[in-house]
């Protein structure tokens, strides 16, 4: 997937202006958000879960070579096959050569962030091979030729009515359809295909290392048919979604699935280790596992940075985040959306071209407050705003504008010094009552949809000195 992270500014205030998909983004709160709320407040010991799971990441990520290890040599000995990818272009070629060697037709596909980064359906249709979606809202995107909008619910910006309209227009059924009929016809639609397809191709929640054990959530069960009814079984999965033992799945999985879906346990949790074995009847025949990079190598050198590897991919940030909830999933132009999808996608494509997304936050902290993980992302955008504004870029080297540059450095300069700051201040103020009827001067984008409070006549610090004196 190209990233569109250089349009933040545009795509979101195009998305702010569209009533249908504010309406539709509005049933995240009422809908994830609370059920997680509810469901995290009636856990015991929650806060206990949450720092445990955090530990765990933290010596995984540490020893994470060492696990790497101990997993391949695990889905080996279960007879399957390990391949690490150090790119999404590596990782897609493995699966294109597969596929064309054992010469597959059709792909049947359980949902994968990572896929996504692969551009894996684009090269698979190239080499005319079918791909095809089987998540009921990946499904939908993928027939509006479109890309998942939110990390667990990629077509939460479509009304029910705007799907019949959709299936209407691409598979011929009658546009007035219900969400119960239209399920029926998916169902029918990707029954078929699951007979047919020769590959599955999944992502990953989990791999576990001590038993080489891949793991999948799914309330859909579409993620076990892709595992077991097609020869040949894929997963790509990122390095980072290593855990040491089978002993710390279950705390992983109540972590997830509760603060994804506010769900006590999903419909469907499939833990798969390898190829059908001799008497199995059914299964497999081939097992793939392709661990990728992809850039995160370079996030877990970061030392600010490297606790975004510890994401479990619930989407519960996204759905706390009061930016998200208005400018939507595509606006951050790349897979991961949302606060973490801030953080990340700038490491992964650009941090100059992404330089924005950073910025796409009022640092209020619902985000590290919902985080299943604790993951701090309001530090973490603290720390690349500090990045940007001293030019620096990653991974590629583009140069940040020069007059961001020379913005960020003068703001610096004034902040950093409490008397230049306080003159500025006492000017300002003079020159705000004069001309702006005594309110900052603010762009339009802000300007138009709030207001601040009047100056005061003195600083905080003026106020303080005198509070001081008279103390005294
Ligand atoms: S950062 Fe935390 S809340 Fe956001 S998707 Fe990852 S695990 Fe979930």
Redesign the pocket.
């Known amino acids: 997937m190209k990233p569109t992270t250089e349009k933040f500014k545009e795509k979101s205030s195009s998305t702010l202006h569209d009533l249908k998909i504010q309406e539709n983004l509005s049933g995240l709160y009422s809908g994830f958000y609370k059920a997680r709320l509810d469901v995290s407040s009636a856990t015991d010991n929650w806060e206990q879960m949450q720092d445990q799971a955090r530990l765990i990441k933290e010596h995984t990520l540490d020893n994470l070579h060492h696990y790497l290890e101990m997993l391949e040599s695990k889905v080996v000995e279960n007879g399957g096959n390990v391949y690490f990818a150090d790119t999404a272009a590596d990782a897609g070629s493995y699966v294109l050569d597969l596929a064309k060697s054992r010469g597959v037709k059709t792909v049947v596909k359980s949902k994968s962030m990572l896929s996504e980064e692969m551009s894996l359906n684009q090269r698979l249709e190239d080499e005319g091979i079918e791909p095809v979606e089987t998540d009921l809202g990946e499904y939908i995107v993928q027939l509006a030729e479109e890309t998942p909008y939110h990390?667990i619910a990629p077509a939460i910006h479509k009304s029910s009515g705007e799907v019949a309209e959709l299936f209407s227009e691409k598979i011929g059924t009658d546009s007035g359809l219900d969400i119960e009929d239209l399920t029926e016809v998916a169902r029918k639609q990707l029954r078929q295909k699951f007979i047919e397809a020769d590959m599955g191709i999944t992502g990953g929640n989990f791999l576990v290392a001590d038993t080489g054990t891949l793991t999948l959530v799914t309330n859909e069960g579409n993620g076990r048919m892709c595992t077991s009814l097609p020869k040949i079984h894929v997963a790509v999965v990122g390095m980072e979604k290593v855990i040491p033992s089978m002993a710390d799945l279950g705390l992983f999985l109540r972590l997830?699935i509760r603060?994804?879906t506010g769900q006590w346990m999903s419909s469907y949790v499939t833990t798969t280790s390898g190829p059908k074995k001799e008497g199995d009847i059914d299964g497999p025949e081939e097992f793939h596992l392709v661990v990728v990079d992809n850039g995160r190598s370079d996030i877990l050198a970061n030392p600010e940075l490297r606790e975004?590897l510890?994401?479990?991919?619930?989407?519960?940030?996204?759905n706390?985040c009061p930016v998200y909830r208005k400018v939507g999933g595509h606006s951050y132009g790349w897979v991961y959306p949302?606060?973490?999808g801030a953080v990340v996608t700038p490491m992964l494509t650009g941090l100059s071209k992404g330089k924005d997304l950073p910025f796409a936050s009022s640092l209020c902290g619902a985000?590290k407050e919902?985080?299943?993980?604790?993951?701090d992302?309001p530090r973490m955008l603290l720390y690349m705003r500090s990045e940007l504004s001293e030019g620096k870029d990653y991974p590629e080297e583009i140069s940040v504008g020069i007059i961001d540059r020379a913005l960020h450095r003068i703001g610096g300069y004034v902040l950093a010094n409490a008397k230049l700051s306080a003159a500025i201040h006492g000017i300002g103020s003079k020159f705000a009552k004069v001309f702006f009827r005594n309110r900052l001067p603010l762009p339009p984008s802000w300007s138009k949809h709030r207001e601040l409070p009047n100056l005061p006549d003195q600083t905080f610090t003026q106020l303080w000195g005198k509070y001081r004196s008279e103390g005294e």
Not at 370 to 375: D, G, L, N, T
């Open positions: 990390i997830l603060s994804a975004a510890y994401c479990l991919r619930c989407g519960a940030c996204l706390a949302g606060p973490i985000c919902a985080c299943p993980v604790k993951i992302i």
